[in-house]
DNA sequence: GCATATTACTACACAGGTATGGTATTTTAT
DNA sequence: ATAAAATACCATACCTGTGTAGTAATATGC
């Protein structure tokens, strides 16, 4: 599991803000807290807004909040919304259709492994992501 | 885990070549069996020959061999040849340094799952691939 | 109402991975 | 010598992920 950057960023957005004592981020702080190419972020902010995870406050004062609990967003719905999820979850050699039935020849050792993976991506939310131990996200 | 096409056709040229009781594999074989683009595959054989996998062998007749035992093969040392497996490793948030002492907000939950798949691809070799039930590589 | 602060939208640019095409060279069995 | 096979370059094209630039739209404070 190799996630693209904008996966990464937005988990890291993420993670700063339910980390965070604040109600409303604004795109500056983020670029600059969170090391995000500025225009970049702010297309991912108006990307996620649309996908519901935050929601956005337009004009002076405005910024960016939670649209619903964090523990309600899980980690494989970011992704996927993102960058999408189904590349993750096919064969591990590429091919077409691979199943129980009809498998590929590492499909049988390692399906385990990515379940398990794919399982963890699936029941993990953000609101796992506050740790007060913790300054990097 | 989703390998760059380069290493999937990779593991499914070794994965038919260990399947098969040929000694002698051509390229145009492999072309038409695997449906791997003609000139592409060309240059992945190539490239493996230079890492060792797999020998050529000019002229009438030849073709390419194993240059060792496939038990001596390891998937992680195929993925690692041909598209470099460093960024797999890597923090899943895509931190610089990230570890035990120093760890993002995923890093411990995270942590053992790549560790679990690494191993994997570490201690399975392309002798594990064969498997006279399976028709598919 | 106006200036300001903030996000939204559209288009473009660059790099890397993937794929194709051409031409010429080297090696070896027959 | 001829044919069959791989090797070596080299150029191009496409797609996607990543990143940049400019302009438009929206809401607030005064």
């Given at each position: 599991m190799k996630l693209s950057k904008t996966s990464e960023y937005a988990l890291r957005v993420l993670a700063y803000m339910i980390n965070s004592d604040m109600q409303v981020f604004k795109a500056k702080d983020l670029v600059e807290t969170l090391n995000v190419p500025n225009k970049y972020l702010r297309r991912l902010m108006t990307d996620m807004s649309?996908?519901?995870?935050?929601?956005?406050?337009?004009?002076?004062?405005?910024?960016?909040?939670?649209?619903?609990?964090?523990?309600?967003?899980?980690?494989?719905?970011?992704?996927?919304?993102?960058?999408?999820?189904?590349?993750?979850?096919?064969?591990?050699?590429?091919?077409?259709s691979c199943s129980e039935e009809n498998p590929c020849s590492l499909h049988k050792s390692y399906a385990p492994i990515r379940d398990l993976e794919m399982e963890y991506f699936r029941k993990t939310s953000i609101k796992e992501l506050k740790d007060k131990n913790i300054h990097k996200f």
């Open positions: 649309k996908y519901g995870f935050i929601k956005s406050l337009q004009g002076r004062e405005g910024g960016y909040v939670f649209a619903k609990n964090a523990d309600k967003i899980f980690l494989i719905e970011v992704i996927d919304a993102v960058e999408g999820i189904d590349k993750y979850q096919g064969c591990i050699m590429g091919h077409q």
